[in-house]
C-alpha cells in the first residue's frame, strides 16, 4: 500500500491531490459527524482518547468505535480497530465489502492497515494527523519508521531464517478446510 500519510507531507503527490474533497452537503457528512461526536463524547465522559469511528451500510450504522486504549489496557484498542470489530462481529463476516467507515481523524498506520484488510468500500475522515498532532497524537514517527529499511528503525525487527518457517504455509496449502480471506 502506498504510504500517502507519511512524513513528508509538504508537496503534494498524486495521491494527495486524487484524495477526495466531498462538498459539506455530501450524504456522508451525517455519519462523519457521528463519529466526531463519539470522539467528543469519548473524551467528555472519561472513557479515552480523542478519536471515534462509524462502520454503515447503506447509510445506516452497522457499528461504531471510539479509543478505548487506556480503559482497556489495549494500544490497538483504536475507534476504527473497535469498530471494525463490532461491525465484523454484528455482520457476522471477516470483510466489510458494501460498507463505509467513517473516522474523525485520518487513520494511523495500524487502522489503516486494519482497514485495507476489512476491505469496505471506502474510507471518509474528517481531521487530519496536523490537527491529531496539534493535541499531542503525532502518527508522523510511525509513518516514517516505515520508510526506513528495517536496520535503521528504532524497533529492532530481526529475521531467523529457522528450517521450519513454511511449515505453516504449507500446512495452509495441505488444508481441505481453510477459508480464504
Ligand atoms: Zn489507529
Redesign the pocket.
Known amino acids: 500500500m502506498e504510504m500517502r500519510g507519511g512524513p513528508d507531507r509538504g508537496a503534494p503527490t498524486g495521491s494527495e491531490v486524487r484524495r477526495a474533497r466531498e462538498p459539506i452537503a455530501s450524504p456522508h457528512a451525517g455519519l462523519l459527524r457521528e463519529a466526531i461526536r463519539l470522539a467528543v463524547v469519548n473524551v467528555t465522559e472519561g472513557l479515552g482518547g480523542p478519536?471515534g469511528a462509524v462502520v454503515a451500510r447503506d447509510g445506516v450504522v452497522v457499528a461504531s468505535g471510539a479509543n478505548a486504549v487506556t480503559r482497556t489496557n489495549d494500544p490497538t484498542a483504536?475507534?476504527?480497530?473497535v469498530a471494525i470489530r463490532s461491525a465484523c462481529a454484528a455482520l457476522g463476516t471477516f470483510q466489510l465489502a458494501g460498507c463505509v467507515v467513517y473516522a474523525s481523524c485520518e487513520?494511523?498506520?495500524?487502522?489503516?492497515g486494519?482497514l485495507y484488510w476489512a476491505r469496505p468500500d471506502a474510507l471518509y475522515f474528517a481531521a487530519s494527523p496536523a490537527d491529531a498532532a496539534a493535541a499531542g497524537f503525532d502518527?508522523a514517527f510511525i509513518w516514517h519508521e516505515f520508510a526506513l529499511p528495517e536496520a535503521a528503525r528504532s524497533l529492532p525487527i530481526v529475521q531467523l531464517r529457522l528450517d521450519d518457517a513454511h511449515a505453516p504455509f504449507e500446512a495452509w496449502q495441505a488444508s481441505t478446510t481453510r477459508i480464504a480471506y
Open positions: 478519536f483504536h475507534a476504527e480497530v487513520p494511523c498506520p495500524m487502522c489503516m486494519a502518527d
